[in-house]
């Protein structure tokens, strides 16, 4: 699967917090939330677990989602 250059967590995460202080006192605390979810999304702030290929044994960590409903990473 080919991963896109820029994801809404990247954007999020870059201009999350000046957006957050701008907008302080408009925006409702379920919409934080969910932005801190999709942050948060597939890194390791969430842990996560070694994934192996049974046939060749190459490794990788999989991170854990956010399981937010409105992350555009959870189907």
Same mark, same amino acid.
């Given at each position: 699967?080919?991963?896109?250059?820029? &994801?809404?967590?990247?954007?999020?995460?870059?201009? #999350?917090?000046?957006?957050?202080? @701008?907008?302080? /006192? $408009?925006?409702?605390?379920?919409?934080?939330?969910?932005?801190?979810?999709? &942050?948060?999304?597939?890194?390791?702030?969430?842990? #996560?677990?070694?994934?192996?290929? @049974?046939?060749? /044994? $190459?490794?990788?960590?999989?991170?854990?989602?956010?399981?937010?409903?409105?992350?555009?990473?959870?189907?």
């Amino acid at each position: 699967m080919i991963r896109p250059r820029l &994801e809404i967590a990247d954007i999020f995460r870059s201009y #999350g917090p000046a957006w957050r202080r @701008a907008n302080a /006192g $408009h925006v409702s605390l379920t919409q934080l939330k969910v932005m801190a979810a999709i &942050e948060a999304c597939r890194t390791e702030a969430l842990g #996560g677990h070694v994934a192996a290929c @049974a046939k060749c /044994g $190459h490794q990788h960590i999989a991170y854990n989602s956010c399981k937010n409903r409105h992350c555009p990473k959870i189907p």
